[in-house]
């Protein structure tokens, strides 16, 4: 007994060890629930989105073999209509979703729940599905896949409000970073990518604080998207076997291409909104107006391949004989997002962006005259250098297109193909496409102190912020 008190000592500090332990337990507990919630709701949300948008895709290819002149009415009539919901119910709805996201992770730091909640709320979530079903049932150029981050991101908000003050939570940063990465596993069913992309373009913070929360959010979103949808590639098992040696050389001239046309176009979108800020409502109508008239006339007179997300060609190209586009389908996967995305109403610009790259190599496989599975990695490869080129996230982009086909062999062509196309990109603006927006909406934050009406807000002309990575 001499030594006893020594074992009384080791007794309680194994118990006050234990109600710690179960205590951090009950606290991690606590923190998850929240995320495990909002990240079923992304899911299902994100499914009945993509139901929607193919729904509407599918409306517009009827009323195209119906009658092809339909397009002369549907274009201009969904353009103006997408462009009205989102100026009356939600401004900040409009575009891409991600530039609104972006600056929500800045703005969270002041904890200004006004200015926040203009950018990710249920109000933005309902509008940015309404816009973007009429853009593209009129034929517009946009894809989902930016939309449902910044419709994750405004679940996951809603979801951290709702929690009981009493409740252990991580910060609304945390969420809104989680919720993002959430959306887009969901909308692309690419879980890496959506990771990412969280680290590469959105996280500014040390993501090992909520790294858990973000694996667990993005695992969640997905399998729900997948037990709804069932298990699915976004582009399925191209053909991409016994490569030539020489295909490397092909790849690079394909994402020098494609980076510095996809910087390119994200130029010129840039600078018709600097232009389009200066009109007054009347000569905004007349524009969108307009834009509709010159979308139809093109899909009518010249190629369909201006109208939609591209998703249609980009299978095309890579499950077809047919792997060699003309010049002026190139020409037109351009156009279509410049005149899309300036309209004013919701769309994003990723699967535009996957469909341009995707004419692009398809055109240079021609020129070099490569075909079957060399020419179906030059395609793959001009998709993720002209993503590259928009996003400047070229881990993301190879990513994304690695998981959309399924494609491991190829990752190291992948991964050429987006670090090339990041360095062209940089020759033609060094800043990148969501990050001179995100400006946008971050002056206009600051300059008012309510809900920033951001959809009148112009441009810098030449932004004062870090390039992307």
């Known amino acids: 007994m001499k030594y006893g008190w020594i074992t009384s000592i080791r007794s309680k500090g194994k118990e006050l060890f234990e109600v710690i ?152 940063k945390s969420f809104i970073l989680t919720g993002a990465a959430a959306g887009l596993a969901a909308a692309f069913n690419t879980p890496l990518g959506g990771i990412v992309f969280a680290i590469e373009e959105l996280a500014k913070v040390h993501i090992n604080y909520f790294k858990t929360a973000l694996f667990a959010a993005v695992i969640i979103a997905g399998l729900t998207a997948q037990a709804l949808l069932g298990p699915y590639l976004y582009l399925g098992y191209p053909d991409v076997k016994n490569l030539s040696k020489l295909v490397f050389l092909g790849v690079v001239a394909t994402a020098i291409v494609a980076g510095i046309l996809g910087s390119f176009m994200c130029k010129i979108i840039l600078r018709f909104i600097r232009w389009k800020n200066t009109f007054s409502n009347t000569k905004n109508i007349v524009y969108i107006i307009a834009t509709g008239l010159i979308v139809a006339t093109i899909a009518f007179t010249v190629n369909t391949h201006i109208l939609g997300s591209g998703k249609e060609l980009m299978n095309e190209t890579l499950f077809s004989t047919n792997k060699h586009s003309p010049w002026h389908t190139v020409l037109l996967r351009i156009l279509g997002p410049i005149l899309s995305f300036n309209v004013g109403a919701a769309g994003g610009i990723f699967a535009p962006s996957l469909a341009a790259g995707a004419a692009v190599g398809s055109f240079l496989s021609g020129v070099m005259h490569v075909v079957g599975a060399n020419a179906n990695i030059l395609i793959l490869s001009g998709m993720v250098g002209f993503l590259t080129g928009v996003t400047r996230t070229p881990f993301t982009s190879a990513i994304l297109v690695l998981e959309m086909t399924d494609r491991h062999s190829v990752i190291f062509h992948l991964m050429l193909a987006a670090m090339v196309a990041n360095i062209v990109a940089l020759m033609v603006d060094k800043h990148s496409f969501y990050e001179q927006l995100k400006k946008g909406y971050l002056d206009d934050a600051k300059a008012d102190g309510a809900t920033p009406p951001l959809s009148s807000s112009p441009l810098p002309s030449s932004p004062a912020v870090p390039p992307a990575a």
């Open 21 to 172: 332990a179960n205590e951090q337990v009950k606290i991690n507990i606590l923190q998850a629930i929240p995320f495990w919630i909002a990240s079923f709701i992304t899911g299902a949300v994100a499914v009945i989105y993509s139901k929607l948008f193919t729904y509407s895709e599918g409306l517009l290819q009827k009323a195209l073999h119906w009658h092809a002149w339909s397009i002369f009415l549907l274009a201009p009539l969904c353009f103006l209509t997408a462009w009205f919901i989102v100026k009356l119910f939600a401004p900040n709805a409009k575009g891409s979703g991600i530039p609104q996201v972006m600056a929500a992770l800045d703005l969270s730091s002041t904890k200004d729940e006004d200015k926040i909640s203009g950018l990710l709320s249920i109000r933005i979530l309902l509008t940015k599905i309404a816009s973007s079903f009429l853009m593209v049932l009129g034929g517009g150029a946009v894809g989902r896949e930016g939309p449902t981050i910044q419709i994750a991101g405004s679940v996951f908000r809603m979801v951290n409000k709702w929690i009981p003050a009493s409740w252990s939570k991580l910060s609304e």
